[in-house]
């Protein structure tokens, strides 16, 4: 079982950055490929960005964040990170943390394929 807090949300004016966190309780974060979705109101949650298990060493992202956003994760922290910079109106969001068990270096893109979600974090952006 593995559980996930993320924290860092808040309200931003345009253009301005936030860091997401988010801790993961489990034995062995290293053997879990991480992924950041958000989902804004009547809207389905989407990607964000991924990281692959073990030192991360592959990342993917979604198109409309290229460049602004970055992951990273910290395996002694047990933690996933979220840097978004130049944040625009269109990233409001409530923004979610998810685990899967790595294979490799996959970065995995659907919601189906994690197993494991955070409670949210809230990101407003004000323009």
């Known amino acids: 079982q593995v559980q996930l807090v993320e924290s860092g949300g808040g309200l931003v004016q345009a253009g301005g950055s936030l860091r997401l966190s988010c801790a993961a309780a489990?034995?062995?974060?290293?053997?879990?490929?991480m992924g950041w979705f958000r989902q804004a109101p009547g809207k389905e949650r989407e990607f964000v960005a991924a990281?692959?298990?073990?030192?991360?060493?592959?990342?993917n992202y979604a198109d409309s964040v290229k460049g602004r956003f970055s992951i990273s994760r910290d395996n002694a922290k047990n933690t996933v990170y979220l840097q978004m910079n130049n944040l625009k109106p269109e990233d409001a969001a409530v923004y979610y943390c998810?685990?899967?068990?790595?294979?490799?270096?996959?970065?995995?893109?659907?919601?189906?394929?994690?197993?494991?979600w955070g409670q949210g974090t809230q990101v407003t952006v004000s323009s």
């Open positions: 990281i692959s298990g073990s030192v991360g060493d592959s990342t």
């Open positions: 489990v034995g062995t974060f290293s053997r879990y490929a």
């Open positions: 998810a685990a899967t068990r790595a294979f490799w270096s996959r970065i995995y893109y659907s919601t189906n394929e994690y197993n494991y």
